[in-house]
DNA sequence: GGAATTTCAACACAATTTTATATGATTACT
DNA sequence: AGTAATCATATAAAATTGTGTTGAAATTCC
């Protein structure tokens, strides 16, 4: 698999959870709260946060009544960004973003498709904002409600990584 | 990053040089050969070569003057047959591979988007051949040679994990 | 037949990164 | 002051990315 980590995915739910919220004044959002509802750990979600503060993309509010708001309005916020702010870039490979690591650049076919493939993935992760995802969210949620749920909602999570361990744990 | 692992970059590379070798009747290339020719250890070639074996994308003689060959011209094996192999599937998460995995899917915006990001990328890699790829490496060898190279051939190689690490081992 | 070459197989081991969990300190609101 | 929340750091399990070793089996060459 090419692997989106674990720390991209739950990022893109944590920034769709808050987004959710997302309301001109709305009170900040406590990772608990969002915890409960993606059903990622909070030990995670506060390591997951941090680069998303830094770059900005989230504000947070300390303090009792605090938490976490996105910075801009949803509209306003890329999947790329989060994307390249949690993966490090889009990037399939380090020899495409990093002149530095690879030497063997001029003869290897190899790395002319990494690198228009990774061009291919940003473009495609370009396209969206918050919003967008959040309209997805509602008309699938809305679509699931209206023909039944064939399946109905468990409480394992899309990209969760916890479920089938050889340690019942958890 | 949003990773392609070691098992499908050095595979890919492996499987260019093969092509590279590949020639009616041409002798089996052994590993010692392409482990100096694309600098990667004998030992790693030898566990990611046998499953492209087991794909039948590869097919080995064993003994003395024996080696490894493509099972079939390089027009006739696809990009994404490797990764496929290599990867698991290109695909970007478990949840949009196995239906068992994550029962949020009816509500999960990221999983379309991971479902549908999967699919442009294995589109992508669908593309070529392995016949294109050596086409590529030829084209770029020949360019880097007429213009001169600005940066020399170094010893190091697109996609080697090996270098830049704490221990200088290796 | 025997020596050399090469794949094949099965381990053991280790460094690094990923994927988390645990604990406690710090900050700021009420 | 008390409490609710972020913030910071330590720890650990698991997967990834390799290397090392030993030997068996097949094939070619002398």
Chains 1, 2 share one sequence.
Not at 69 to 84: F, G, M, Q, V
Request: net charge positive; glycine share 8%.
């Amino acid at each position: 698999m090419i692997k989106l980590s674990t720390k991209g995915r739950y990022g893109t739910r944590l920034m769709i959870n808050l987004a959710g919220h997302f309301k001109a004044g709305q009170d900040a959002v406590i990772l608990k709260n969002i915890s409960d509802e993606e059903d990622i750990s909070i030990r995670y979600l506060e390591q997951i946060i941090i680069p998303l503060k830094i770059a900005k993309l989230v504000k947070s509010i300390r303090g009792a009544g605090g938490g976490y708001t996105l910075a801009r309005s949803p509209s306003k916020i890329r999947l790329c960004e989060i994307l390249e702010v949690l993966e490090g870039s889009c990037c399939l490979v380090e020899c495409v973003d990093d002149s530095d690591f690879c030497r063997r650049t001029d003869s290897c076919a190899a790395h002319e498709i990494w690198a228009e493939a990774s061009r291919v993935l940003k473009d495609y992760f370009d396209q969206f904002t918050l919003q967008d995802l959040l309209s997805i969210q509602e008309k699938k949620k809305a679509q699931a409600r209206s023909h039944g749920s064939l399946r109905p909602a468990g409480r394992t999570s899309c990209g969760q990584a916890h479920r089938r361990r050889a340690s019942g744990a958890h």
